[in-house]
């Protein structure tokens, strides 16, 4: 059930995690949750909602496809409530040597990363800057700022999010809207970054893995600061991440 008093906050690529998190720390200051993905069980995240009093509307939907997102953002602002933050929080985190990086996979992770970015945010920023306010936060990582061996597709969707995510900023916060990126530099406490970096989680503290809820503090904070102050992009790493 959506509320139409309450702000709406959009998170696309909402996951078990990080996306739950962020879902559930909105929640919790008033917001109604609009939570979307492309695939997968939508209860555990409407439960984690809900457990914390809020209200959310849970959809299947394709960040990559053009319609889809016209669709979701105009049934948000037609049927729920004028939307006031946008999280992009789409992974696509693929580790190949370069020589078995396949056409397929390289444009799959852009899609997911890239061009699924430029969608979601073009189709927020139209009623936000019309209403000179809201917030658009992209969800980035390490890759975003430096290649890896083996992640020459990740790497280079998650530098095109940034560069994004920067054009946008430049051209929306004139208009009162504040766009941020966040960095996520480390992994992220979940079964899939388990799998990606075994090493970490064998040889850290508990504490010295990112921490969903933690991170989630950081997009409410950006959404929060006063225009005078507006940060652009955070980096977010635990005490022991090497960098």
Known sequence: MSDASKPVCLVVGAGDHLGAAIARRFAREGFHIVATRRRGDLAPLVQSVEAVGGTVTALHSDAREETQVTDLIAKIEGDIGPLTVTVFNVGGNVRFPIAETTSRVYRKVWEMCAFAGFLVGREAAGPMAEREQGTILFTGATASVRGASGYAAFAGGKHALRALAQSMARELGPQGVHVAHVVIDGPIENDATR?????????????????????????????????????????VRSYAEPW
Not at 199 to 228: C, K, M, V
């Open 195 to 235: 799998a990606l970096f075994p090493e970490s989680f064998e040889t850290r503290p508990a504490d010295g893995i990112l921490q969903p809820d933690d991170i989630a503090e950081i997009y409410w904070h950006l959404h929060n600061q006063p225009r005078s102050a507006w940060t652009f992009e955070a980096d």
